[in-house]
């Protein structure tokens, strides 16, 4: 019988959360500011109030994603605690229900009802909350909630991600102001959409296709608002 070389699974859910708020933070900061930039240029203000629109977008929009994250995941954490300070005193004070309880779960999932019972125990012998908090109430390590690694997240890649355009518009001719700025944010939006994508182990080109449909459309409305807007007043 020939030797097969046994390797290791590869999973991406440890990846989840710090790759949620990334791709958010950088899509968020391309698209936001490019749109912002768009909106200005057409509606046909001066290349100084374009940068300074640019410069005032990266800003506000860096702090608004760190505070948003910050107040968004600093509730989840707080909910997970609450959690198992809730299954802490039951396990204090039913540890003979909790382990039924454990149980079930297990036998639930496939298990047979002595089996599950002695992994329950031997679970809860080595750690009762811990086991509780994976398999009851489905909160691990892995995929908990880190509020101050959410929010500086966010706020780097959006700064990020809002460089861009920004830089763009810098070196870019101003009669090509326009068509330059559009085009690149989209390419590099793509381009993010892939990666994400690849990190996380989902498809690529579904993916980089989404992210570059909803970016394209949200510039093309600001500048359609922009130039509506330039043209009335």
Same mark, same amino acid.
């Given at each position: 019988?020939?030797?097969? &070389?046994?390797?290791?699974?590869?999973?991406?859910?440890?990846?989840?959360?710090?790759?949620? !708020? $990334?791709?958010?933070?950088?899509?968020?900061?391309?698209?936001?500011?490019?749109?912002?930039?768009?909106?200005? =240029?057409?509606?046909?203000?001066?290349?100084?109030?374009?940068?300074?629109?640019?410069?005032?977008?990266?800003?506000?929009?860096?702090?608004?994603?760190?505070?948003?994250?910050?107040?968004?995941?600093?509730?989840?954490?707080?909910?997970?605690?609450?959690?198992?300070?809730?299954?802490? @005193?039951?396990?204090?004070?039913?540890?003979?229900?909790?382990?039924?309880?454990?149980? =079930?779960?297990?036998?639930?999932?496939?298990?047979?009802? =002595?089996? $599950?019972? /002695?992994?329950?125990?031997?679970?809860?012998?080595?750690?009762? %909350?811990? $086991?509780? +908090?994976?398999?009851?109430?489905?909160?691990?390590?892995?995929?908990?909630?880190?509020?101050? /690694?959410?929010?500086?997240?966010?706020?780097?890649?959006? !700064?990020?991600?809002?460089?861009?355009?920004?830089?763009?518009? %810098?070196?870019?001719?101003?009669?090509?102001?326009?068509?330059?700025?559009?085009? !690149?944010?989209?390419?590099?939006?793509?381009?993010?959409?892939?990666?994400?994508?690849? $990190?996380?182990?989902?498809?690529?080109? &579904? @993916?980089?296709?989404?992210? +570059?449909?909803?970016?394209?459309?949200?510039?093309?409305?600001?500048?359609?608002?922009?130039?509506?807007?330039?043209?009335?007043?």
């Amino acid at each position: 019988m020939p030797h097969t &070389r046994h390797t290791s699974e590869v999973h991406h859910s440890h990846r989840a959360g710090w790759l949620r !708020a $990334a791709v958010l933070g950088a899509n968020d900061g391309i698209v936001s500011t490019a749109s912002l930039m768009l909106g200005v =240029a057409a509606s046909d203000a001066g290349h100084s109030a374009l940068l300074i629109a640019g410069v005032a977008g990266l800003v506000a929009g860096a702090m608004s994603m760190a505070a948003g994250e910050y107040v968004s995941v600093s509730s989840q954490a707080d909910t997970e605690q609450a959690d198992l300070r809730r299954e802490r @005193a039951e396990l204090d004070a039913h540890p003979i229900y909790e382990h039924q309880e454990l149980a =079930a779960i297990y036998v639930k999932r496939g298990l047979s009802p =002595a089996l $599950a019972d /002695q992994v329950a125990h031997q679970l809860m012998d080595h750690d009762a %909350l811990g $086991a509780h +908090a994976r398999d009851e109430l489905g909160i691990t390590d892995t995929l908990s909630a880190r509020p101050v /690694q959410a929010a500086l997240t966010s706020a780097a890649t959006f !700064a990020v991600g809002a460089a861009l355009p920004l830089a763009v518009a %810098l070196i870019a001719p101003a009669a090509h102001l326009v068509p330059t700025v559009s085009g !690149a944010s989209l390419v590099v939006l793509t381009a993010l959409g892939g990666l994400a994508a690849r $990190a996380g182990g989902a498809p690529v080109p &579904r @993916a980089a296709l989404r992210v +570059a449909l909803w970016g394209a459309l949200a510039m093309a409305l600001t500048a359609g608002v922009g130039h509506l807007f330039g043209t009335v007043l």
